[in-house]
T-cell receptor, first 109, second 115 residues
Framework: GQNIDQPTEMTATEGAIVQINCTYQ??????LFWYQQHAGEAPTFLSY??LDGLEEKGRFSSFLSRSKGYSYLLLKELQMKDSASYLC??????????WGAGTKLIIKP | ETGVTQTPRHLVMGMTNKKSLKCEQH?????MYWYKQSAKKPLELMFV???????ENNSVPSRFSPECPNSSHLFLHLHTLQPEDSALYLC??????????????FGPGTRLTVT
């Protein structure tokens, strides 16, 4: 079966750096997405990786290793507003998105 | 604001009721989706419409019935639901076929409680 694994919950301190990991086993691979979802709100797109390596976008970076079935989302200079759930999703060979359950990130002052 | 609106935002219904969820996208996209989001579970894709044609129905019970009258509007008709259907129902849209990433834009969701 297809599976996306990410930690259920993480805690970090304001101003610090946190890395949220995602491992996947899917039938085919056509890209990996990270979304941010604040409580009670819609998921919003953060990043997209289809080739191996690091994609940097301001304070957020996303890394992909296709051979390892692994990605991470790196958040730098954490702010209180970064408290949210972070969803990892992989597009499979049928171009359907397979979603992880999300990682709830708690930022403490 | 993501350009995708959903109504109502909250809905409480009995198991014998019939109700409909509405989604509208203002982005000119050609694909729309219904997802179910339950606590601590992955998003479950329910239905996909590409160019108004249903292309995906992931073994969803018949008590859920989608309707896509045009590329901007999507409905989810509900009848004789069960308490386990209580969840957040998210609508999303994307532009298929032109860009590599095909990112999806989500609405704020309808929080459904079945009593």
């Amino acid at each position: 079966g297809q599976n996306i694994d990410q930690p259920t919950e993480m805690t970090a301190t304001e101003g610090a750096i946190v890395q949220i990991n995602c491992t996947y086993q899917t039938s085919g691979f056509n890209g990996l997405f990270w979304y941010q979802q604040h409580a009670g709100e819609a998921p919003t797109f953060l990043s997209y990786n289809v080739l191996d390596g690091l994609e940097e976008k301001g304070r957020f970076s996303s890394f992909l290793s296709r051979s390892k079935g692994y990605s991470y989302l790196l958040l730098k200079e954490l702010q209180m507003k970064d408290s949210a759930s972070y969803l990892c999703a992989v597009r499979d060979s049928n171009y359907q998105l397979i979603w992880g359950a999300g990682t709830k990130l708690i930022i403490k002052p | 604001e993501t350009g995708v609106t959903q109504t109502p935002r909250h809905l409480v219904m009995g198991m014998t009721n019939k109700k409909s969820l509405k989604c509208e996208q203002h982005l000119g996209h050609n694909a729309m989706y219904w997802y179910k989001q339950s606590a601590k579970k992955p998003l479950e894709l329910m239905f996909v419409y590409n160019f108004k044609e249903q292309t995906e129905n992931n073994s969803v019970p018949s008590r859920f019935s989608p309707e896509c009258p045009n590329s901007s509007h999507l409905f989810l008709h509900l009848h004789t639901l069960q308490p386990e259907d209580s969840a957040l129902y998210l609508c999303a849209s994307s532009q298929e076929g032109l860009a590599d990433s095909y990112e999806q834009y989500f609405g704020p969701g309808t929080r459904l409680t079945v009593t």
